[in-house]
Nanobody, 115 residues
Framework: QVHLVESGGGLVQPGGSLRLSCAAS????????MGWYRQAPGRQRESVAR???????SYADSVKGRFTISKDNAKKTVYLQMNSLKAEDTAVYYC?????????WGQGTQVTVSS
């Protein structure tokens, strides 16, 4: 049905920036929300940022003011701009798209923040 392709992960120094992209293919309904989750070694997966079909956004307290989620409906793509990166941001980041009934996940992309 829906396939998500993530890109933009990599190695960056503390204080640096990265932009993650998640392009969706398939039948994307207008009611779908989009978001980013992350999971660090030994930690549970946590929600980082979400954007609703109407464009409303929400962020985890740990990234508020540093990360920005956005989307391009025509391209069926969601982005996560990450600024002022910290070592604790190191994790595998997962794209998620869905609604109350259905959720789709990307394969994950590694983000490493280290000197």
């Amino acid at each position: 049905q829906v396939h998500l392709v993530e890109s933009g992960g990599g190695l960056v120094q503390p204080g640096g920036s990265l932009r993650l992209s998640c392009a969706a293919s398939g039948s994307i309904f207008s009611t779908y929300a989009m978001g980013w989750y992350r999971q660090a070694p030994g930690r549970q997966r946590e929600s980082v940022a979400r954007i609703t079909s109407g464009g409303g956004t929400s962020y985890a307290d740990s990234v508020k003011g540093r990360f920005t989620i956005s989307k391009d409906n025509a391209k069926k793509t969601v982005y996560l701009q990450m600024n002022s990166l910290k070592a604790e941001d190191t994790a595998v980041y997962y794209c998620n798209i869905g609604d109350y009934y259905i959720n789709y996940w990307g394969q994950g992309t590694q983000v490493t923040v280290s000197s």
